[in-house]
């Protein structure tokens, strides 16, 4: 199936704005992960006998493997609530730059606020139609361009310094 260039801009800002959900459910499976490490960890208390553990190769659920675990899991926590807090930033950005409040707050509900339709259509109190045809219509109003646009002059910008770099170690070798 080929996507034409209106497609595919749609389908880019609905990836692009759902990139909080996504961060949102990292976040959430980590922190369950840790709750379960930190339950084995309660009911695991047993003395630990190294001599057994380094003949097997080691014990999964031994203390210093689950701590080790769980704190490789905080350590990626916060690093993904990090990204989550930029990522809010642009996206509430890109949503607060659409004029029609109506759009704007559909958007708003879907994807910064992670709302499933159901909800959404209960909340807006429209229909599923209606609020599919508003949806799209709100997609278009949505400005990301900018977005891509940094990464691109970001990228440009970085080349253009690698080779200034270059010239520079050229430079150095010649004289």
């Not at 990836?15 to 922190?31: D, G, P």
């Not at 350590?75 to 990522?87: A, F, G, P, S």
């Not at 209606?130 to 990301?144: C, D, F, G, M, Q």
């Not at 080349?159 to 170690?169: A, D, E, G, R, V």
Request: net charge positive; glycine share 2%.
């Amino acid at each position: 199936m080929v996507l034409n260039r209106q497609e595919r801009q749609t389908n880019q800002k609905k990836k692009f704005l759902s990139k909080l959900w996504y961060i949102k459910r990292l976040i959430a499976s980590n922190e369950e992960k840790i709750k379960d490490r930190r339950a084995m960890l309660k009911h695991n208390i047993k003395p630990i006998d190294y001599a057994k553990e380094q003949i097997k190769g080691g014990n999964k659920y031994s203390w210093d493997n689950l701590i080790y675990e769980i704190d490789n899991l905080e350590r990626e926590i916060i690093d993904n609530t990090v990204e989550l807090v930029k990522t809010e930033r642009e996206i509430f950005d890109c949503i607060k730059n659409v004029e029609d409040l109506q759009y704007r707050l559909l958007l708003q509900y879907r994807y910064f606020d992670c709302k499933d339709w159901l909800e959404i259509d209960h909340l807006l109190k429209i229909e599923a139609n209606t609020r599919n045809r508003k949806h799209s219509e709100a997609l278009k109003a949505v400005k990301i361009d900018k977005f891509f646009q940094k990464v691109k002059k970001d990228k440009i910008n970085f080349n253009h310094i690698f080779y200034l770099m270059q010239c520079k170690i050229f430079h150095y070798v010649i004289h």
